[in-house]
């Protein structure tokens, strides 16, 4: 009921209403979760995302502000269907209530995620991932097992990096799929035939990044077991940095990336070869302050007995003295001998891991290719001869020289022109003719023209 004092009435402002009505809506219902196709996306200058939720038969505004969504790996699509974390509000310029998203994911993917909590909580409660069960990985593996795709970039990237490090180390490949149904079976199935094989010192799993149901294979219970209970040291390079799955955790090292786990499955030959100089130039100085320090106490103990006169005391000590440096001798020969086996084997080591095949591989190429070459050469003077000898004989059938063998014969002047006309000769001009072999010089007596 209405009352007539106009001073009863509680009389709301639009603003007061609309802010009633916001503190109403954000207190009553709290975060909810919201599974929805998205549409109508914007992303102005502020960074803020805007877009619109719906279902078959309704729709609702929705605000994503810049520090939250700056924590996604990437903006959503129109037509995506997501999973939202948000809580109601309204808007109170316009009175259209939205909600304001903390949290959004792929829909379909809430039920992974809880899948993959429940089964690491179960299995951290067995003690699968305690860090006291882990292996520590071979200083210098003998050969390296891979479990990966044999056509993604994972198992490229992993043999660019071995190969630069260490390439003297090899490595088998355990193709599976990294991917789908059929990936967990075949991962587990190669880590068994991995480990009856027993031929590799170091096993890594990987793959590129993904999604979490892309990455789903390395979190089945299954796969996850057989990690646990490999006896080979694995490292698990599975994703990218930020993906982290239950194969991590039950490997005995999780590295962020296929190529980080090359680079911490073997030791960097350039390294090794520093450490050995190193270990060189230790000993040299060792054995170097050794003889020194020996020679320093001989010295000592020359001048004790310089110091004592009597002849006895002096022979005794000078018989003492000629025992001592052989056995001296000796020792120093053998330490001498230790270090220089210590030495060789290091040196064994290098050469072991040197590059001389390749180079003595790369000169029968070399050598091959210069044979070839010889014999391309050959070939091509042989033809520019043959092409040769065929021109000069064309130019010889040609020749006015073959004229003269069939006794003709070319009348010139002095001057080296030739006389076709006998009209262009005067009596008594001398003029040179040319036979096929030799020359006549002449006289002319009489001038016959053509018509006499």
């Not at 209405?2 to 209403?17: E, G, K, W, Y």
């Not at 429940?118 to 069960?133: H, P, T, V, W």
């Not at 006896?231 to 999780?254: K, M, N, Q, W, Y």
Request: hydrophobic share 35%; net charge positive.
């Amino acid at each position: 009921m209405i009352s007539a004092n106009p001073n009863a009435r509680d009389i709301f402002s639009v603003t007061r209403l609309n802010r009633e009505v916001k503190a109403l809506l954000e207190t009553h219902l709290g975060l909810i979760w919201v599974e929805a196709e998205l549409s109508n996306f914007s992303r102005p200058a502020s960074g803020h995302w805007y877009f619109t939720l719906k279902d078959e038969r309704a729709q609702v505004r929705c605000a994503m502000f810049r520090g939250r969504n700056r924590l996604l790996r990437q903006a959503p699509q129109h037509g995506d269907r997501l999973l939202v974390r948000a809580r109601l509000s309204l808007y109170e310029a316009r009175g259209d209530y939205q909600l304001i998203v903390e949290h959004m994911e792929p829909a379909g993917q809430g039920g992974l995620q809880q899948q993959y909590e429940a089964l690491k909580a179960k299995l951290e409660g067995e003690g699968l991932f305690a860090s006291d069960g882990k292996q520590n990985l071979p200083p210098f593996p003998r050969r390296i097992g891979l479990i990966t795709s044999e056509t993604g970039a994972a198992l490229r990237d992993i043999l660019s990096v071995l190969s630069r490090r260490c390439p003297m180390v090899p490595a088998r490949v355990y193709p599976v799929p990294v991917q789908g149904k059929e990936s967990a079976p075949a991962i587990v199935n190669a880590l068994e035939r991995a480990q009856q094989r027993n031929d590799c010192d170091v096993l890594i799993i990987a793959r590129g990044g993904g999604s979490l149901e892309d990455l789903w294979p390395f979190n089945e219970e299954t796969v996850v077991r057989a990690i646990a209970a490999s006896r080979i040291p694995i490292i698990s390079g599975v994703g990218h940095e930020t993906d982290i799955t239950l194969s991590d955790f039950a490997a005995d090292l999780r590295a962020p990336t296929p190529s980080a786990a090359a680079e911490q499955a073997v030791p960097d030959q350039r390294a090794l070869r520093l450490s050995v100089q190193s270990q060189r130039q230790t000993i040299e100085n060792h054995v170097r302050r050794c003889l020194h320090s020996w020679r320093t106490e001989l010295n000592h103990v020359a001048r004790r007995l310089e110091q004592q006169h009597p002849r006895k005391s002096l022979e005794q000590h000078q018989q003492r003295l000629d025992d001592l440096t052989p056995r001296l001798h000796r020792a120093i020969a053998q330490r001498i001998a230790q270090h220089r086996v210590q030495l060789k084997h290091h040196q064994q080591r290098l050469q072991n891991q040197s590059p001389r095949r390749q180079l003595i591989e790369a000169r029968q190429k070399l050598r091959r290719t210069e044979q070839q070459l010889h014999r391309n050469i050959a070939d091509q003077l042989q033809r520019r001869r043959q092409q040769w000898r065929l021109a000069a004989r064309g130019l010889e059938a040609v020749s006015p020289l073959k004229t003269l063998d069939r006794g003709y014969a070319i009348a010139q002047r002095h001057s080296g022109q030739v006389i076709d006309d006998a009209n262009g000769v005067t009596a008594g001009e001398k003029i040179r003719i040319k036979l096929a072999k030799g020359q006549l010089d002449a006289e002319v007596e009489t001038v016959l023209s053509e018509d006499t």
